[in-house]
């Protein structure tokens, strides 16, 4: 018999290897569920523009630059930074009357992304881009970016939204956190440790990564939803899963989902802190450091900074939770407890969710930081 650390670990692999953004068609699709990552996008196109605009100032002699998404997914998010960069640098370069480089863009993720998606959508986005098409060259890149994915000093700029809390494993030492599937308050500290740690090694790596590929001088533009505070169990952490986790042992009090099948399962995934971000870019080493933000998103979608008029309904906001979160993670749950429960399980998540946002508003809270290579 397989005991629970064993079962743990080969599952620490397999969720990773089965993490994709929910692909299904129409209504639990991610292209259809992912307002909140394009009102995060929203909210950083400032930061966006303010970013290209020096990095095009200290590579004004080159004739092509070379960016990349990591995290692109599919749908209808994935152009919005290429459209964005292609826009600021067309402004620029108009303003002060010189040629605008041509870009080549890298669009990257997991290799189970939905790239032919992605594909089939580049001539619409070329089209709607008019004179400037002929000047934006797209490739699909799959593969982990806790992995290299371009050659020694070749990247100018490098952007990802709300992909690095995705950790590249589950942490091991979790064996103490029966009933949980994330960090929670009755998680030991020895959970909460390992869930740091795991960031810690993760982001690090990923810094030593993007530090070999890109110019010196280049810039890298990240967000990535973490923690408004140090303690790992405050709410806009781990309410989010909390409630996720007391979806299942519905389903368990139930029998249709077995209890171990809850305790041999965790997510790969980490809010981390401000504190924390800061403290592994300077430990790292080969960035400075430009400008660090944080700013917050309602877990409903539709109650918003554009939506002033927003009337909540507990059952819709519910809704329209559980289908966000579905879109990002029913690959996952869906690999350890099975497809026929699925739908069962975030019908009860979103009763659960939007009974706990009738009585208080939780927000997701966004780091967003802006870097330079050394």
Known sequence: MWKLHEIQQAMAMASVNVLCMNPKDKDISYANNSSIQKNILLKTKSILEETIKDTLSKFMLVTCM????????????????????????????????????????????????????????????????????????????????????????????IHSSTSLQWLSKVPRGLENNKGNIYMSKSSSHDVFKAYSEQFQIDFSNFLHLRS?????????????????????????????????????????????????????????????????VIEIIENEGS??????????????????????????????SGLNVAKTIRAISESILASQFKEIIIDDLFTRYAQHVGEHLSHEKTKFIIIVVSMTMK
């Open 212 to 276: 070999e590929e890109m110019i010196d001088g280049g810039r890298m533009l990240l967000s990535l939803i973490g923690r408004s505070i140090t303690d790992p169990t405050s709410k806009d952490c781990c309410s989010l899963w909390d409630l996720l986790t007391k979806s299942l042992l519905d389903l368990v009090a139930k029998g249709l989902v077995h209890e171990f099948d809850v305790d041999s399962f965790n997510l790969s995934y980490y809010n981390p802190c401000r504190e924390e």
């Open 66 to 157: 070379k960016v990349a998404d990591l995290g692109c997914a599919s749908g209808p998010n994935t152009f919005f930074p290429t459209n964005e960069i292609m826009d600021t640098i067309t402004r620029i370069c108009q303003q002060s009357h010189r040629e605008s480089p041509e870009l080549q863009v890298f669009l990257n993720d997991l290799p189970q992304n939905d790239f032919n998606t992605v594909f089939r959508s580049i001539s619409d986005f070329k089209k709607d881009k008019g004179d400037l098409r002929g000047s934006c060259f797209i490739a699909g890149l799959p593969g982990s970016f806790y992995e290299r994915l371009f050659p020694n000093k070749s990247m100018h700029f």
């Open 287 to 316: 960035f400075n450091l430009d400008k660090i933000e944080i700013f917050e998103e309602n877990w409903d979608f539709e109650d918003n900074d554009y939506s002033p008029n927003f009337i909540f309904e507990k059952n819709k």
